[in-house]
Every structure is written in C-alpha cells, then in structure tokens.
C-alpha cells in the first residue's frame, strides 16, 4: 500500500496506464491474428488487413507498447507469409 500523496498518485496513474495499454495491446493483436489468417486462407482483404496490421504495429512502437524491433519483425514475417500464399495460390 503507498503511504505518501505522490505514491498513491502513481499507483492511480500506473492502473490508468495498465488498462489502455491493455486494450491497445487486446487491439495489437486482434489486427496481426486477423491479418495472419486471411494470408492463410487466401482471403480476398488480405491487403487491407496486412495494411491495418502493419499500422496498429507501427502505432504500438511509436507508444512503446512493444519494442520497435518486434514491430518490424512481426511486420516482415506476415508480409512473407501473405507473399507465400499468394505465390502458392497464384500457382496451383
């Protein structure tokens, strides 16, 4: 339990904080999952939904949600998947 006035306003500040980088991260993660599957399934919005990943990652690492590096990572991973697939189907 904080004793002083400016630890218990951190600890306010700090369960703020916790819940909106919560949902961002619950949001993150929806849009990559939603992204990693219409690659998979050769959905027709792959684009759009590669594009909306790709944004949610970069916003993430602007907000240092997740590390710039991961962001980038994660990005290139799902682009070379949606590149496979599309290869793949193009191709059978």
């Keep these: 339990m904080p004793n002083t006035a400016s630890a218990k306003k951190e600890q306010r500040k700090s369960a703020k904080r916790r ?43 602007a907000k240092n949600l997740i590390h710039k590096n991961a962001a980038a990572r994660t990005k290139s991973r799902l682009s070379k998947l949606a590149k496979k697939k599309t290869a793949a189907a193009a191709g059978s």
Excluded: H, M, P
């Excluded at 619950?26 to 690659?39: G, I, P």
């Design 19 to 61: 819940l909106l980088n919560r949902s961002q991260r619950s949001a993150l993660r929806t849009a990559v999952k939603k992204a990693r599957t219409a690659a998979e399934t050769g959905a027709e919005d792959v684009e759009s939904a590669l594009k909306l990943a790709a944004k949610k990652l970069d916003q993430a690492a």
